[in-house]
């Protein structure tokens, strides 16, 4: 069983950041991952890493924008969300996959476990 929790949203003007933060508690999963929904949209990815770090992927909308990163000994992840545009509103989720492979990380159908969502809202 994991517990995951994210915090950090809030409301940024474009061009500012964010850190969210997500904590999984109980077994470590084998990666976790960061995905969003906004209003009438389906959910979709945004970045994955690797359980040991050293790995991480990202849609293409963020790429160099956004980074993930992992604390292990906190079992932590986060996403430092720099330069952000209002079309990244929307409502962050984080997933824990303990058994995620490869082909999976960027489908929420590969993770078992998730947070209840933080909302992010990017305007001026």
């Known amino acids: 069983q994991v517990q995951v929790e994210e915090s950090g949203g809030g409301l940024v003007q474009p061009g500012g950041s964010l850190r969210l933060s997500c904590t999984a508690s109980?077994?470590?999963?084998?990666?976790t991952a960061w995905f969003r929904q906004s209003s009438g949209k389906e959910r979709e990815f945004v970045a994955a890493?690797?359980?040991?770090?050293?790995?991480?992927y990202y849609a293409d909308s963020v790429k160099g924008r956004f980074t993930i990163s992992r604390d292990n000994s906190k079992n932590a992840v986060y996403l430092q969300m720099d330069s952000l545009r209002p079309e990244d509103t929307a409502f962050y989720y984080c997933a824990a996959g303990t058994g995620t492979i490869l082909s999976s990380i960027r489908s929420p159908a590969g993770y078992n476990y998730w947070g209840q969502g933080t909302q992010v809202t990017v305007s001026s």
């Open positions: 890493i690797r359980r040991n770090g050293g790995n991480e």
């Open positions: 109980g077994q470590l999963a084998r990666y």
